[in-house]
């Protein structure tokens, strides 16, 4: 599963259209709408939390951006809530970069954030979501535009 987050900018004319629930219905994504600011007939912005194969995420923009939308990735990097996380070592299993891992003897699940390429894939494995996607100065920037 792949999850991102995209700035989608919507003209006049597709504000007043249901595309983004055509990526549920045509293209087997899951979204969540993290800001809004759409009103029919008028310029709007929305930031989304698309999540699905890599390939259905790419035909579900490319089909947005055929619709007059324009798509950017915000970039992110990822934080862990410990006041969420157990230490059940799920995700350091998965962890392609070391970034999380088990300390022996004691057993903790470390995070070096300087070692976390952004890759993703400890959000969705982490039972209480502990492991957060939080979006960097391109996220304010488009704050800032709401
Ligand atoms: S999967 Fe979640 S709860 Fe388990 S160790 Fe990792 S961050 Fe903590
Ligand atoms: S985002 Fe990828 S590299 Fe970073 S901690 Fe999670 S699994 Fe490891």
Excluded: N
Excluded at 30 to 40: G, Q, R, T, V, Y
Excluded at 66 to 78: D, F, Y
Excluded at 115 to 132: F, K, N, Q, S
Aim: hydrophobic letters at 40%; one cysteine or more; aromatic letters at 6%.
């Amino acid at each position: 599963m792949h999850t991102q987050i995209y700035l989608l900018r919507f003209s006049k004319e597709s504000s007043d259209r249901p595309l983004v629930y055509r990526l549920v219905k045509d293209y087997d994504l899951e979204f969540s709408i993290l800001k809004a600011d759409i009103l029919l007939q008028r310029e709007g912005m929305m930031i989304l939390e698309i999540k699905g194969a890599k390939e259905s995420v790419k035909a579900g923009l490319d089909y947005l951006r055929g619709c007059g939308v324009r798509a950017q990735r915000l970039t992110s990097r990822i934080r862990r809530d410990d006041s969420k996380c157990f230490q059940c070592g799920e995700c350091a299993g998965i962890c392609p970069s070391g970034a999380l891992s088990i300390s022996r003897p004691s057993m903790a699940v470390v995070f070096d954030a300087e070692r976390c390429t952004g890759c993703d894939l400890c959000v969705p494995i982490c039972p209480v979501r502990a492991m957060e996607i939080i979006p960097d100065r391109d996220m304010a920037l488009a704050e800032d535009l709401a």
